[in-house]
């Protein structure tokens, strides 16, 4: 029997129907992170097959050692964000300083950690993404209340996505077979 579905995608586009003046930026941004995210997941399922466990030599900003994982991970979202045009400046866990758009364009700032837990890898348990999205305005920081979106993804025996724009927060599963996170 059929039943309908939901993806990720079709959810952030009648989220922005709800805003008239919206023209499509911020879906394009949540596509771009949930491309990265599936990217992210994928080789997360290959630790231990391919060469991105173990550390780099380098700390990240809180003085933790920084595996191969995570400057996958963040590599990966730094560029695929700050490539959308959508996106003006990220920071991110691994990032000393902000990274700012090569044309300093994009109405948006991400804060990310690409790779949250990722000393569990090595031991087979769940690790994930963690972003949170503002406009671009005066400054880089911001309220908690000028958040525009937030989330994360969870990479284990499924891989999660619970998303929130200010109006709820909603589950959202990947589905390998078709490459797309259903609600």
Do not use: R, W
Not at 42 to 59: A, E, F, R, W
Not at 75 to 100: H, N
Request: hydrophobic share 40%; with cysteine; charged share 20%.
């Amino acid at each position: 029997m059929y039943q309908k579905v939901t993806t990720f995608t079709e959810f952030v586009l009648a989220e922005e129907k709800e805003f008239p003046q919206a023209k499509g930026n911020f879906t394009l941004l949540m596509t771009h992170i949930e491309n990265a995210a599936k990217i992210i997941a994928s080789h997360v399922k290959k630790s231990g097959l391919v060469d991105i466990m173990g550390y780099t030599g380098l700390t990240n900003t809180y003085g933790e050692d920084v595996k191969k994982i995570d400057e996958f991970a963040n590599k990966l979202m730094t560029d695929l964000l700050l490539g959308s045009g959508e996106v003006f400046a990220v920071g991110s866990e691994e990032l000393p300083d902000f990274v700012y758009s090569d044309k300093k364009t994009g109405e948006y700032v991400v804060f990310f950690d690409p790779l949250d837990g990722s000393s569990n890898i090595d031991v087979n348990i769940n690790l994930g993404t963690i972003f949170s999205i503002y406009h671009k305005g005066d400054g880089m920081f911001k309220k908690g209340s000028e958040q525009v979106a937030a989330g994360y993804f969870l990479y284990g025996p499924s891989v999660m996505c619970v998303y929130s724009a200010g109006n709820g927060v909603n589950g959202f599963t990947l589905d390998p077979s078709i490459g797309s996170f259903l609600l």
